[in-house]
């Protein structure tokens, strides 16, 4: 079976084949044919060896990339009721520790202890590969119309995730407008690639005014998007015409690209940071502390997502699909074959929003 594999911490990626035993199926057991994974930051930061956390299984050398999927039903174990052959589904990616609170009750994208594991990141095997087993309860069914966009639910869940905690905290105040709505709320979102844009979406989707910050000029897809999702797209290093906002959503992971927008924040504001990145400094005043403090601004960071969030995410790619037509289809901007993976593993292909991984 061909599987995409690293060696973490180890630098470099290979396509090779492997011996996997995909013939016995335990009772909760479902047997999966890969149908595409997606690649984003967290697959080219294993590649390049920059991210120490991730780790293969215990007793393994190799990880198998891969933590953004989309399958179909192969095989069900006796005792798997959900599903049926031939089903879509789209497997989470974080599983828990066993131990702590939240974990049990299957929210282990909040998991205490730290002793989780995630597919194709850190001590459990990933999705870029053929097939697949795993177990009924970390698999979401997709809808056949959604089928051809589904690979980006694993990304929106986790938007989904950070929205519903942005929403949750910001009930310690009246934050809608006068007429109920949320149209009188501004957001910036920084970065404008796959997370930035669904962060656009669900925003847009509940009435807020959605602002798309990059330091250049959007690529034709990012301006077609933007427009068609009702986004403004803007420019920073040609002009920063915002006055005020309510929230901001940092996807870049640079400090120096959200701090100096902190204190264009409206009282009761937010911040979200979502990005990760390194070897950076940014210098937090006693002044912008002072800002935070006396306008009540909350700032959190928020990763993983729930299989709730994943459920919820199905839903948003239904809807998004009627109102939004050719935008999800248009973020998937470069579709490769296994054997060509490499390439796209180690460098990011000119304009791309989202690559994927056909594995058929």
Known sequence: MKAIVVEPPTRGVTVKDININISTLANDEVLIKTIATGICGTDRGIVSGLLKFSRPPVGKKELILGHEGLGQVIELGSEVKGLRK???????????????????????????????????????????????????????????????????????????????????????????????????????????????????MIFISQGFNVYILNKRDPSPTESFIAEKIGATFINTLKSLTLTKLDLIVDTSGHPMAFIPLINKLNKNGAVILFGTTGEEYATLTADLVTFLVENNILIFGSVNASKEDFENGVNFLSIWKSRFQTVLNKMITKVVKPDESESVLTKKPAGEIKTIISWV
């Open 86 to 200: 031939g089903d879509y589904v789209v497997p989470i990616v974080r599983r828990g520790c066993g131990k702590c609170s939240n974990c049990l009750v299957g929210r282990q994208d909040f998991c205490e202890t730290g002793e989780f594991v995630e597919a194709g990141i850190r001590g459990l095997d990933g999705f870029m590969r053929e097939y697949f087993i795993d177990k009924e309860r970390y698999l979401v069914k997709i809808p056949d119309e959604i089928r051809d966009i589904a690979v980006l639910l694993e990304p929106l869940s986790n938007v989904v995730k950070a929205y519903n905690e942005l929403m949750f905290c910001q009930r310690r105040m009246i934050w809608w407008c006068n007429d109920g709505s949320y149209n009188c709320r501004n957001v910036a979102i920084i970065g404008s690639g796959p997370i930035g844009n669904l962060f656009a």
